[in-house]
């Protein structure tokens, strides 16, 4: 089975302790620094009684697979907005193949219309 790249995972990569606030972190797009404070700042307000909490998910998340590794950084930004918000990732997907269609389409007419210059040159490819 394919790992999702939807799904929350521990990175183990980037733990300090077990990869919990680091794949908040990668799951969000949050600063890991933030996400850190903000559970350390949870921890004191609740007394301790938020630990149990940290722990399970340690022990229920799976530890990311090596294969969703990214590439760079706009790899993870994009799978980040997909996991906010899939249908505006997708709807920006879809504007960016329009844009793309549509340049394809200018320079297809500017190739295939009559420029003499350029008709003269293809042919002369032939």
């Known amino acids: 089975m394919t790992p999702s790249r939807t799904k929350f995972y521990l990175d183990r990569e980037n733990k300090k302790f077990l990869g919990v606030c680091s794949g908040i972190a990668d799951y ?3 600063d890991v620094t933030m996400i850190r404070i903000g559970l350390l700042i949870t921890l004191f307000m609740s007394g301790g009684s938020f630990a149990p909490v940290y ?5 229920m998340a799976p530890k990311k697979p090596t294969e969703l590794r990214y590439e760079n950084k706009e790899e993870k930004k994009f799978w ?6 899939p ?4 709807r920006h997907d879809r504007s960016r ?3 793309i269609d549509r340049r394809l389409a200018d320079v297809e007419t500017y190739v295939t219309s009559s420029h003499g210059r ?3 040159e293809i042919d002369s490819l032939r």
């Open 80 to 85: 980040q907005g997909v996991r906010s918000n």
């Open 97 to 99: 193949f329009r844009e």
């Open 118 to 120: 350029l008709a003269r």
């Open 28 to 30: 969000t797009g949050f």
């Open 87 to 90: 249908k505006r990732a997708a």
């Open 55 to 59: 722990f399970i998910a340690a022990w």
